[in-house]
């Protein structure tokens, strides 16, 4: 099993900027991507931001690029997301998630930590 748990949540002022982090650990034979998604009171989760674990590729939903950065580092198996600039409308339950191999023989699967919330007060 692989466990995640992210931090760095809370309130923020609009313009002001916010860094989630989030710790991957147990049984990790390989990574695939790694990715945040985030939802809003209301609204349908949606994807924020993913990286790919061999070559960092990231990709960016529209309303964040620019303001938003994800990061792996694989010597701790961490994934981050830089935010800045927020906005009120990043006000939401912000999840990471993994694609990971748990062993070799497993296939791969996508695990998600519990979320961490974000608030930005405009």
């Known amino acids: 099993q692989v466990q995640l748990v992210e931090s760095g949540g809370g309130l923020v002022q609009a313009g002001g900027s916010l860094r989630l982090s989030c710790a991957a650990s147990?049984?990790?034979?390989?990574?695939?991507?790694m990715g945040w998604y985030r939802q809003a009171p209301g609204k349908q989760r949606e994807p924020v931001a993913a990286i790919t674990n061999s070559d960092g590729r990231t990709n960016y939903a529209d309303s964040v690029k620019g303001r938003f950065t994800i990061s792996r580092d694989n010597a701790k198996n961490t994934v981050a997301l830089q935010m800045n600039n927020l906005k009120a409308e990043d006000t939401a339950v912000y999840y990471c998630?993994?694609?990971?191999?748990?062993?070799?023989?497993?296939?791969?699967?996508?695990?998600w930590g519990p979320g961490t919330q974000v608030t930005v007060s405009s």
């Open positions: 998630y993994w694609n990971v191999q748990a062993t070799w023989r497993d296939p791969i699967r996508s695990y």
């Open positions: 147990g049984s990790i034979f390989s990574i695939n991507a």
